[in-house]
């Protein structure tokens, strides 16, 4: 079966925003410092260092979380990079998708996939996925399919990696591991 692309987290983009409107936020504190340093009247330079602090101190509270959602993201990519070289492979029996209505994004869902599998002991286990963008126009839950990559030594670390089986149909809108 040749690997189509799978799915991407809503939480990378969210993180790419947030460092995008910490840094936007951290400019114009910037250009504000830069203003204040040219008002003469005591009441409008304490006005432009209030708006300083508020704007700068926003700027370094996006610019940390999305700092802080880009880094979760990124340890979990290399997780799953790392379970699929050196990590056990199982292709999943059931997927079944769950809805979080936390987060819609153009009328899609964000959703997990629970997944069960049989180890090599053969017992039945069951796992969930990172939370992924499911376009429910056009595409089949049955279509899903996934692979579990467990770790040798500790079963509880596990990364589940989605996609869209061929033999079935449905598509693919953006791509995630």
Known sequence: MQRVPTFRSPLRLLGIIFLCVGFFKAIVSVAVFLGVRTIDTPDARLASIIVLAVVGGLGAIFFIVGFVISSVNKNA?????????????????????????????????????????????????????????????????????AIIYVDRQDPSHYAVDMFIRENIGGQVDLDFT
């Open 77 to 145: 990519e290399k997780k799953l990079q790392e379970l699929r070289d050196y990590g056990d492979r199982y292709e999943a029996e059931e997927v079944v998708l769950i809805s979080s209505n936390a987060i819609v994004i153009n009328h899609n869902p964000a959703v997990y996939a629970e997944c069960v599998y049989t180890n090599q002991s053969g017992q039945r286990c069951r796992v969930k996925s990172r939370l992924f963008m499911w376009n429910r126009w056009g595409q089949e839950p049955n279509a899903l399919g």
